[in-house]
């Protein structure tokens, strides 16, 4: 495997702004929190990576300390999500033009299901994906929208026969076509509550929820206080996050935080450093979370908050931008946009993964953890 020669430049700017900016690698927000409980340690080995980039889908078997080129077969100029049940089963989605990829052997090789999406003109002739969750081995969500004429549309399609068919979701209360904002992320947590949110200029916002895994959903927008959202999380149980404020392409100031499945929703505008603007959010258990973005001077950073997104510090400051960001497990995390980061002591310290040569703008990340 070819190692690109920026990375080791890009390890190099790492090292030096760690070492200027102190242990906690960025702005200091007060001391830099103890965790409550130490989590258990996983290996590198149990836990397996994906990204995609313009043009190439990347694999780790070490928890993104080295990356390869996969999937020969994925003709495509910019797959925008990706995601995994487990080691093998996994989605993947294009915007444009629209298509859902399934693969069954870990990426090494995917299947186009765009044809099996299944349209009505009732609600919709085209379908763009976003983003995409994945909830079985034969089972995923994808959110996004359909471009019509006038404008940009939301629509939620759901599959559970591994593809063969992906069937439109309606949103309640108001069903009808041209109803919601396009969605631009969704996420579904271990009780099968989740949200997708998103806008669209000529809608405006729209944050829907479920509480079935997302066989349903229901419209909340006007209890979320979520203007603009961009991008979610789910945080364990009944933990719902939206980062609104942002723009197609720009990160959002706002937080919106439910502690009951979307059912109310406090603002939590306030809670972030001075400046800071989140592309993402995750939360791998309710407690801890992270998130990547930019401060006031539109520097690239990780945020962290062990208090259920009470108080959140700038954890690393990084030379290259980051905007999507996943934790597998409390310790283990990976960040992605110009090149990747990882860390293995829940962002103690950071170090840029391996990447082949060639790779451009990292669009998403995904990880799983399991046997080796």
Known sequence: MGTRPACLLWSTLIAAAVAACGSDGGESHGPTP?????????????????????????RSDDAGASWTAIAANVASER???????????GWATEAFPGRILRTED?????????????????FAEEFNPRSVVALGRTSAIAVGGEFFGFGSFGLIFRTDDGGRRWLHV???PSPARFSHADLLDVCIGSMGIGVAAGFSIEVGQTVAVTNDGGHSWTDVTGQSEAGGPIAVACAGERNLWVIS?????HPG?????????????????DDLPRGVRLFSLTFPEATHGWGAGLDGIDSPIIVHTRDRGATWTVQFQSPGVLRSIVFPTPLIGLVAGDGIVVTSDGG?????GMLPAGVGMIGDVAAVVGPP
């Open 34 to 58: 103890t965790p409550s409980r130490t989590p258990t340690p996983t290996p590198s080995a149990a836990v397996r990576a994906w990204a995609v980039a313009e043009r190439s889908v990347l």
């Open 79 to 89: 797959l925008n999500a990706i995601a995994f049940f487990d080691r093998t089963h």
């Open 106 to 122: 870990g990426g090494l090789t995917w299947e186009d299901q765009s044809a099996s999406i299944e349209f009505d003109e009732s």
């Open 170 to 172: 309606p949103i309640a």
């Open 245 to 249: 404020g942002g723009g197609f392409g």
């Open 253 to 269: 100031r706002a937080l919106s935080h439910s502690t009951d499945g979307g059912a109310t929703w406090t603002r939590r505008e």
């Open 348 to 352: 103690s310290s950071y170090a840029s």
